[in-house]
């Protein structure tokens, strides 16, 4: 089984940025599609973005986007989460997940699809 970590979580104001990164192990990651999901307190968690393995295709909540950018580097084996405009209801812990893809260009915004996922990494957004 595949192991990822993420980092760069933390606290910023309103309308600011934080940069989200994810680092695998244990598989072929440049075959893996990747994914971010949240999940606030008391809620499920849900969908915020996705990438597939070759980077050339990419899937996005409407809640994030033009404000998120997922991106990887299949020769690091690291997947970004660029996080621009923030709100307050972004607050959430969020999550990195991987799953094998069946073609270079699948993406997927369901989280069955995905067999990994990280630890996750506290966001928090004040006001």
């Known amino acids: 089984q595949g192991r990822l970590v993420e980092s760069g979580g933390g606290l910023v104001q309103a309308g600011g940025s934080l940069r989200l990164s994810c680092a695998a192990s244990g598989r072929t990651f440049s075959s893996y599609a990747m994914g971010w999901f949240r999940q606030a307190l008391g809620k499920e968690r849900e969908f915020v973005t996705a990438?597939?393995?070759?980077?050339?295709?990419?899937k996005y909540a409407d809640s994030v986007k033009g404000r998120f950018t997922i991106s990887r580097d299949n020769a690091k084996n690291m997947v970004y989460l660029q996080m621009n405009s923030l709100k307050p209801e972004d607050t959430a812990v969020y999550y990195c997940?991987?799953?094998?893809?069946?073609?270079?260009?699948?993406?997927?915004?369901?989280?069955?699809?995905?067999?990994?996922w990280g630890q996750g990494t506290q966001v928090t957004v004040s006001s």
């Open positions: 997940a991987g799953g094998g893809a069946i073609s270079s260009s699948a993406v997927y915004s369901t989280q069955d699809e995905y067999t990994d």
């Open positions: 990438i597939s393995w070759s980077g050339f295709r990419t």
